[in-house]
């Protein structure tokens, strides 16, 4: 199964190499957001939890346009039936699913360092902050990649993913909000022990019933 994973990871990797679709989307995207936030301050500094509540709404918007693509473009290049005749339903997922992983957290440093260099936002605790956005990006990937499969075949997918997607993940977006503030003061482990483990709990459960649940989604 893993080995079935890795190869249909590689294969989305090799094609978004050659189309650079989501890339080049969303660098411009980000760009364009934080560079308006940016001149919207002027010479104003935001709190800890209002930068870290504007930097989980643009992770959240971004990796809704990057994320939102890997099931419908298989649907589009007609691949899908392919992938159902030669892999099974959990290959798929998990490949699927390590795949908008590495790019949530490609994103996810894009969004990051940019932010930095262009507001200046001074992270105290750097380690607890990396840990934070770390376990996130897992739910927020495994959400994004079951959705993803849910919509494939819709008529309307750029309007039901995010409209699906963001009550899923309101929980995850809550406790990563509350998570980051702290890690930006510099509040110590024993503060914030308690939303990673809720960050972390949410990541289990999601991944576990995403998992159970898309042999049934990829075979409808």
């Known amino acids: 199964m893993f080995k079935q994973a890795l190869a249909i990871c590689k294969k989305d990797f090799n094609s978004e ?11 411009m995207f980000i760009i ?9 301050l002027g010479e104003d500094k935001l709190s800890a939890e209002m930068n870290a509540g504007l930097l989980w709404i643009i992770i959240f918007f971004a ?4 994320l939102s693509r890997v099931f419908v473009s298989e649907e589009e290049r007609g691949t899908s039936l392919v992938l159902k005749l030669s892999s099974r339903a959990g290959s798929v997922f998990l490949g699927k ?3 908008n992983t590495l790019l949530t957290f490609i994103i996810n440093f894009l969004i990051i360092f940019l932010y930095i260099i262009i507001t200046g936002l001074d992270i105290k605790n750097l ?3 990396s840990l934070t956005i770390g376990l996130g990006n897992l ?11 849910l919509i494939s075949k819709a008529s309307s997918k750029g309007t039901l993913y995010p409209v699906l997607s963001f009550p899923l993940l309101l929980p995850l977006l809550l406790a990563s ?3 980051t503030t702290l890690t930006i003061e510099g509040t110590p482990m024993g503060a914030i022990a308690g939303e990673l483990q809720m ?12 998992f159970l649940l898309f042999e049934l989604v990829w075979h409808d």
Do not use: E, W
Not at 139 to 149: C, H
């Open 199 to 210: 960050i972390a709990s949410y990541t289990i459960v999601v991944v576990t019933a995403s």
């Open 177 to 179: 909000i509350s998570a």
């Open 17 to 27: 190499i050659r189309t650079r679709y989501a890339v080049n989307a969303l660098l």
């Open 97 to 99: 699913l390590i795949f």
């Open 63 to 66: 990796t809704s346009n990057g």
């Open 127 to 129: 380690a607890l902050f």
């Open 32 to 40: 364009v957001v934080i560079s308006v936030i940016k001149f919207s």
């Open 139 to 149: 739910g927020l990937s495994a959400v994004m990649t079951i959705i993803a499969a």
